[in-house]
RNA sequence: CGGGGCGUGGCUCAGCUUGGUAGAGCGUUGCGUUCGGGACGCAAAGGUCGGAGGUUCAAAUCCUCUCGCCCCGACCA
């Protein structure tokens, strides 16, 4: 009877990350759209959720929300060379403007003078409008935040963690010093490990790319990079050292207090609905998505539970009362009093959408002045089942709240294990081999010699790659050694992986 | 963009080799009986077989082109 609606994860991981983002009714491919997306009401709440802490987490940081256009001048994108070549493949070009109706066809008409880009991000055309915004120092610092959506044009597409055009937040700041805006960029990359942590419960660690992974037009790249359950690497949010290189490409200058003109300092940073994949694949098992109360846009459903009609009208209008209860309390209920669908089958629906509690109320427990309730993922006891709780109906509110926030800590807790038991350290060349052997991964911590021609040539051999050099404390004690390939001299431990 | 696979009711797929005018299961709708882990009976709706050309008396089936999805590779948040 059961129905195979989602792939186990050790028959075939791709396939289960599918199943669950359509069964999640997260989203699905857009079909007429190559490579784009559609973000259901599902995903687009769980979007809107972490959006809602980001964003409150940027203006307690002092940033202020702005928008930029969508249509970017050709000629600002090659204004920053490295940035140019970074991007210039991935972007859609705007050439013509207006259409007139021939014959029942749509026929394309003036061609633009300038061609636009679609922003496959915003540096360019932020830079330009700094520098009309700068003039003295006084202006400094200035701490700008963009939501927005942004195309890159990208050969292979996979819902969320790669799409053609995707949401984000992009940061930019400007500072009137290197270290001033060098704080920023660890701030910011401080914000997204506690967002991570407390709201996604998803450990991260944080570092800085290799001069290979870098953003294109960045001085230096951090990141935080989560694990996903099959032991790659996602790189779950960026914060970048532009130094002078948007100032000097698009003349942003300040007067400084000594009264000269100076070139100021950039950041950006950014995290996007990729992030929505990375809870998929932190969080979800073989039922189907698994949503951290934080992200949760439904904390609680109740499902009522009667056999004759009375009972149906005594069981349901109890549950209304519930559900409006723990609504007083600030949680977010979804009584299921759909009729003709027996209780297991809204369970395992509601499982299958992540929805962290689920409350069974029938006249049993009306007797008792209690409910049952049943953690999204609970430990299986003496029966061979899911264990379930009483709760009784006074205070559910705060117990619910309770549970919530242990499922929450359980969550990071479980992730955080997976992550241990799939980092190792290694020394050798034939171990490293061995740990990425057929479409093995782990977090490796190894010595690297600190050269982009090793970094390739490891790649190359085992399609892992240096997901960052650690910030400290974000890996093993800083340690001399000798490369894992090479063999050559090495600082300290770096962090390979294979990765989305 | 290279290699491979796949597009047939909402979903999963059969039918294609050997052309004859579309099926199954699940889901959906209605009624009744059910309801503490995926119910059952009866009735019903729903597809110009991804799209466009072509071959043919006749195309889901054969040919050409095209669009999209998935996997592998190169590239990337």
């Known amino acids: 009877?059961?129905?195979?609606?989602?792939?186990?994860?050790?028959?075939?991981?791709?396939?289960?990350?599918?199943?669950?983002?359509?069964?999640?009714?997260?989203?699905?491919?857009?079909?007429?759209?190559?490579?784009?997306?559609?973000?259901?009401?599902?995903?687009?709440?769980?979007?809107?959720?972490?959006?809602?802490?980001?964003?409150?987490?940027?203006?307690?940081?002092?940033?202020?929300?702005?928008?930029?256009?969508?249509?970017?001048?050709?000629?600002?994108?090659?204004?920053?060379?490295?940035?140019?070549?970074?991007?210039?493949?991935?972007?859609?070009?705007?050439?013509?403007?207006?259409?007139?109706?021939?014959?029942?066809?749509?026929?394309?008409?003036?061609?633009?003078?300038?061609?636009?880009?679609?922003?496959?991000?915003?540096?360019?055309?932020?830079?330009?409008?700094?520098?009309?915004?700068?003039?003295?120092?006084?202006?400094?610092?200035?701490?700008?935040?963009?939501?927005?959506?942004?195309?890159?044009?990208?050969?292979?597409?996979?819902?969320?963690?790669?799409?053609?055009?995707?949401?984000?937040?992009?940061?930019?700041?400007?500072?009137?010093?290197?270290?001033?805006?060098?704080?920023?960029?660890?701030?910011?990359?401080?914000?997204?490990?506690?967002?991570?942590?407390?709201?996604?419960?998803?450990?991260?660690?944080?570092?800085?790319?290799?001069?290979?992974?870098?953003?294109?037009?960045?001085?230096e790249t951090l990141c935080i990079e989560a694990m996903m359950q099959d032991g790659k690497a996602l790189q779950a949010g960026t914060s970048h050292d532009l130094g002078q290189n948007f100032g000097k490409a698009f003349n942003v200058t300040y007067q400084s207090e000594k009264g000269e003109r100076e070139f100021v300092w950039q950041t950006s940073w950014g995290v996007s609905t990729r992030?929505?994949?990375?809870?998929?694949?932190?969080?979800?098992?073989?039922?189907?998505?698994?949503?951290?109360?934080?992200?949760?846009?439904?904390?609680?459903?109740?499902?009522?539970?009667?056999?004759?009609?009375?009972?149906?009208?005594?069981?349901?209008?109890?549950?209304?009362?519930?559900?409006?209860?723990?609504?007083?309390?600030?949680?977010?209920?979804k009584v299921d009093d759909r009729d003709g669908i027996k209780p297991g089958a809204k369970y395992y629906e509601w499982e299958r959408k992540g929805v962290p509690i689920r409350i069974e109320i029938g006249p049993r427990d009306l007797e008792q002045q209690s409910v049952m309730i049943k953690r999204r993922i609970a430990p299986i006891g003496p029966d061979g089942k899911a264990m379930k709780e009483s709760l009784p109906l006074q205070h559910l509110g705060l117990s619910i709240g309770r549970v919530l926030d242990e499922f929450q800590a359980f969550l990071f807790d479980r992730a955080q294990k997976n992550m241990n038991d799939n980092t190792v350290m290694i020394d050798s060349w034939k171990d490293f081999e061995a740990v990425f052997a057929d479409d093995g991964s782990k977090f490796v911590w190894a010595h690297w010699d600190g050269t982009t021609e090793t970094e390739l040539a490891i790649k190359e051999a085992t399609k892992a790659t240096i997901r960052c050099i650690p910030l400290p404390r974000q890996g093993p004690a800083k340690e001399a050694g000798a490369c894992v390939k090479t063999g050559k001299p090495s600082a300290q431990r770096v962090l390979f992986s294979k990765n989305y």
């Open 275 to 333: 992030l929505v994949g990375a809870m998929v694949m932190t969080h979800g098992d073989d039922d189907g998505l698994v949503l951290p109360p934080k992200l949760a846009p439904i904390h609680v459903v109740i499902v009522p539970i009667y056999r004759k009609d009375d009972e149906k009208d005594r069981v349901n209008s109890a549950a209304q009362m519930i559900a409006k209860d723990l609504r007083a309390d600030g949680l977010t209920v």
């Open 1 to 219: 009877m059961a129905e195979a609606r989602i792939t186990p994860r050790k028959q075939d991981y791709a396939q289960w990350y599918q199943d669950v983002v359509r069964e999640g009714g997260l989203a699905e491919p857009a079909e007429v759209v190559k490579g784009c997306m559609v973000i259901k009401p599902h995903g687009y709440a769980v979007w809107e959720k972490m959006q809602a802490d980001l964003d409150r987490r940027f203006k307690a940081t002092g940033h202020q929300n702005a928008y930029f256009p969508l249509l970017i001048p050709l000629s600002f994108l090659a204004k920053e060379a490295q940035h140019v070549e970074g991007f210039a493949m991935e972007c859609a070009v705007v050439t013509h403007a207006g259409l007139r109706a021939v014959d029942g066809k749509m026929e394309i008409k003036n061609e633009l003078e300038e061609p636009y880009v679609i922003r496959p991000t915003s540096e360019t055309i932020i830079g330009h409008f700094f520098a009309k915004w700068i003039d003295s120092y006084r202006d400094l610092p200035l701490l700008i935040n963009q939501w927005a959506n942004v195309m890159r044009w990208e050969k292979r597409t996979r819902l969320f963690l790669r799409t053609g055009e995707f949401l984000w937040q992009e940061g930019h700041t400007a500072h009137a010093s290197h270290d001033e805006a060098l704080e920023e960029v660890h701030r910011m990359l401080d914000v997204y490990r506690d967002f991570a942590h407390e709201i996604m419960a998803m450990p991260v660690i944080q570092g800085t790319k290799t001069a290979n992974e870098r953003f294109a037009g960045a001085v």
